[in-house]
Structure formats: structure tokens, C-alpha cells
């Protein structure tokens, strides 16, 4: 079982954001968990979302498409998908698959939260 931590910020006084930061290991046994965070999330509370990797150490191709998947709901609800803070571990993965040039990666969330793109709901 994974540890998620949610948090919810409201931007321009109408745009709201959640933020996720997943705790632990991202890979085959919990990254089901996640993706479900992240659909219920996506569907019922906002299409935009900051995943905070901050704490996941370990990510397999399971975690990757778990975040993939997340990326695409965000942008079928014309939404914004961001990743920050990512673990040095973790962020070789992201390298190695070149991931990183899939998702928009932030240093910080606080970045992350005050970033826009113009790309934003509208990811080529």
C-alpha cells in the first residue's frame, strides 16, 4: 500500500489544483493505487495536478504509466498535468526512458503551482 498525500490549492480564485505526493516506491504493487488516486482526482475534484515526487525514491515502467496515464485524463478535461521535485533515484528513470521530455518537470512545487504554460491544456 502506498501513502498519498493530498492537498488542494486554489489558484486566480477560481482554478483549482491538487496536489499529490505519493510516498514510497512507485512500481507494480502500488502503482494501480495511484493511478486510482490520480482518475478520482482528475474526475471528481480538478483536471489540474502537481504529482510531488519528492518521496518516491524507486519508479518501474508500472509507476511511469501510471503517471501517463494520469498526464492523458488531465488533458481529456483540458486540464494540466506537472511533475515536481523529482528523487535523484527516481529521476534517471525519467532520463533513461526519456520521460523527461514528456512531462512538464519542476524543481519545486511551488513552481509547479505557478507555472503557465501556454501549453497548458493544450499539450501538443
Not at 498519498?4 to 512507485?26: A, C, F, M, Y
Not at 518516491?56 to 501517463?68: A, C, E, M, Y
Not at 494520469?70 to 486540464?79: L, S, T
Amino acid at each position: 500500500m502506498i501513502q498519498i498525500e493530498q492537498k488542494t490549492h486554489t489558484k486566480d480564485g477560481d482554478k483549482t489544483v491538487i496536489v499529490l505526493s505519493p510516498n514510497g516506491r512507485l512500481d507494480i504493487t502500488t502503482a494501480w493505487q495511484f493511478r486510482l488516486k490520480l482518475q478520482e482526482c482528475i474526475s471528481k475534484l480538478s483536471p489540474h495536478v502537481v504529482v510531488n515526487l519528492g518521496k518516491v525514491n524507486f519508479i518501474d515502467s508500472s509507476g511511469l504509466t501510471s503517471l501517463v496515464a494520469g498526464m492523458r485524463d488531465a488533458d481529456k478535461g483540458k486540464g494540466s498535468f506537472r511533475i515536481c521535485n523529482v528523487h535523484p533515484e527516481a529521476k534517471l528513470v525519467f532520463e533513461v526512458t526519456m520521460m523527461d521530455s514528456v512531462f512538464e518537470i519542476f524543481e519545486t512545487e511551488d513552481e509547479a503551482l505557478n507555472s503557465d504554460d501556454v501549453r497548458e491544456g493544450n499539450r501538443a
